[in-house]
């Protein structure tokens, strides 16, 4: 079956210590998207690429930053966490539906990652 | 601009008894609407959407909602709840210029026995 993949499931690293989040996606979509999402709220959009072309939300702070080195994978990378950075990790992906403008299809979702910053 | 008021932030029913789940959006176009439910330490998984073809919406696990512009709404129901409902339920609007999605706040449902 056609799906997101995130690994690893849960992962836990230490205050200041580098961590990085994996994503894969078998559904060939163009857009992926990665999203924060802290207990008991909503999911929180960090960042998308569309293709290769990263696009950043204006408050997604510096040490959050990302990688897609083709169309199946997408990396988040957290280069200082903090105790605030504790959160389930969302990955999604769409499919833009054409046109100058994204107008993206369903945003699927992976089954995320639970960081914890000790 | 586009938000979503979920208006209840709790919903507890009885296994087998129908279950409500109330969203009201506000959009500058026509929207996409969708709903999803997450699972505890789970991603979200799709229920249904609503793409301005037929206002009643079935999804998935017996869940279906109604697309009512005039009340802007997009109230979720599903007649006899399990107690594999029990989880939290998000309303979500898409504007169709718009990659981005808007989330409720999320409706938690428990199912007693």
């Known amino acids: 079956d056609a799906m997101v993949i995130q690994n690893p499931r849960y992962q836990v690293t230490q205050f200041g210590k580098p961590v990085t989040l994996s994503c894969s996606q078998t559904?060939?979509?163009?857009?992926m998207y990665w999203y924060q999402q802290k207990s008991s709220q909503a999911p929180k959009l960090l960042f998308h690429?569309?293709?290769?072309?990263?696009?950043n939300e204006a408050d997604t702070p510096d040490n959050f930053q990302s990688r897609r080195p083709n169309t199946s994978f997408c990396f988040l990378d957290i280069r200082s966490p903090g105790l605030g950075d504790a959160a389930m990790y969302l990955c999604?992906?769409?499919?833009?539906?054409?046109?100058?403008?994204?107008?993206?299809?369903?945003?699927?979702f992976g089954p995320g990652t639970r960081l914890t910053v000790l | 601009a586009q938000s979503v008021t979920q208006l209840d932030s709790h919903v507890s029913v009885s296994e087998g008894t129908p279950v409500l789940l109330r969203c009201n959006y506000s959009?500058?176009?026509?929207?996409?609407l969708f709903w999803y439910v997450q699972h505890p330490n789970k991603g979200l998984q799709l229920l249904l959407k609503?793409?301005?073809?037929?206002?009643l919406v079935k999804g998935i696990n017996g869940f279906e909602a109604e697309f009512k512009k005039s009340e802007t709404s997009f109230h979720l129901t599903k007649p006899s709840a399990h107690m594999s409902d029990a989880a939290e339920y998000f309303c979500?609007?898409?504007?169709?210029?718009?990659?981005?999605?808007?989330f409720g706040a999320g409706t938690t449902v428990t199912v007693r026995a």
């Open positions: 999604a992906t769409s499919r833009d539906q054409g046109g100058q403008a994204i107008t993206t299809d369903t945003q699927y």
């Open positions: 559904l060939n979509h163009n857009v």
């Open positions: 690429y569309y293709d290769k072309d990263f696009n």
């Open positions: 959009s500058s176009y026509s929207p996409s």
């Open positions: 609503y793409t301005s073809a037929a206002t």
């Open positions: 979500v609007v898409s504007d169709p210029n718009d990659y981005k999605l808007s």
